[in-house]
Every structure is written in C-alpha cells, then in structure tokens.
C-alpha cells in the first residue's frame, strides 16, 4: 500500500510541473485542465478533455455514493424496528440481476440527487454543509483519539515507553 501512494505521488509530480508551466504561459486564465487544453491546443482537445473528466467525475461519485448508501443501511438497521425489514435493492449490495453483472441500488441514486440537489443551492450552503461535516470528522478523531489514550495500558508498550507516550501526547 505505501509503495503504491509513493508511486502515485511520483506520477503526479510531473502533472504538477505540467500545470505550473501552463500557468505561467497563460496566467490571463483561471481555470482548470480544460482551459488549459483548448487555449494550449484546440477546441477538439479540449472537448476530449472534457468528456474524460465528466466520465471520471461520475464513475467516482458513483462509486462513493454506492459505498455511502451502506453505510446509512447499517445505520438505519440499528434501529430495532427497521433491523432486517429494509428490502435487498434498497441497501448495499443491491439487488443482482443478470448473474451477478448488474444490480440495482436505490438509494445511491437517491444520495446523487439530494447532494446535487444541495450543490444547486450555492456556495454558502454547500459551505456550511462541508465545515458541519469537517467539524464532525475532527471532532470524533479527537474524541477517539483521547478515548484510546484512557483505555491504553502501559503493559502494551513497556512502562517507559508509555511514559515517554504520555509525554508526547500532553
């Protein structure tokens, strides 16, 4: 797994490089890889461009979106009256239909319309719903975090290398 983040940082160095000179070429242009490729080649390139990203955009959002309904499927199953009555294509694994191939989850689609519904309202409130969800994620990585720390017992990692943690931590 390291090997392959280092790889990918590797790779992404020159794509850097690429943007930073592009930059400095056209520095009267805001914008992304497409304004890039139509102002440094031409219009079709641009198209091209465009179209790998929407392509790209969607199949990852397709992805996380699948991933979240599972989530919110577990979560809703802790609740005693809806544990195993939610139907099989609601949740994560979906419904499968032709051999395992394809299968239908309605609660993905479901997810893509409410976010995009969320992103049409503007910024400020897709701002709002960001930092609300930043705040959480910190929050509950601080709050586990010290949780470990209480529950963590110096017979773990030796008498002084727990002193030596406890120093690092406070």
């Known amino acids: 797994m390291t090997i ?19 930059s400095s070429r056209f520095p009267a242009l805001v914008g992304g890889v497409y304004l890039y490729a139509y102002t440094a080649f031409n219009e079709l390139v641009a198209f091209l461009v465009f179209c790998q ?7 990852g959002a397709a992805s996380i979106v699948r991933s979240l309904s599972s989530y919110i499927v577990n979560i809703l199953e802790l609740i005693p ?7 099989i294509w609601f949740g994560p694994g979906g419904k499968t239909l ?3 191939i394809f299968s239908i ?3 993905a689609p479901i997810l893509v319309i409410l976010f995009t519904v969320l992103l049409c309202q503007g910024v400020r409130e897709s701002a709002a719903i960001n930092a609300i969800m930043t ?7 601080i709050y586990f975090f010290f949780l470990s720390v209480y529950f963590t017992s110096p017979v773990f990692f030796g008498l002084m ?3 030596m943690f406890l120093l690092f931590v406070a």
């Open 161 to 163: 290398n727990y002193r």
């Open 105 to 107: 989850n309605i609660l």
């Open 53 to 59: 990203l929407m392509l790209d955009y969607h199949i």
């Open 81 to 87: 009256a809806l544990n195993g009555k939610i139907p």
């Open 135 to 141: 705040l959480t994620k910190v929050g509950l990585f």
């Open 98 to 100: 032709l051999g395992g």
């Open 4 to 22: 392959s983040f280092a790889l990918a940082g590797l790779v992404c160095i020159p794509n850097a490089l690429c943007y930073a000179e592009l």
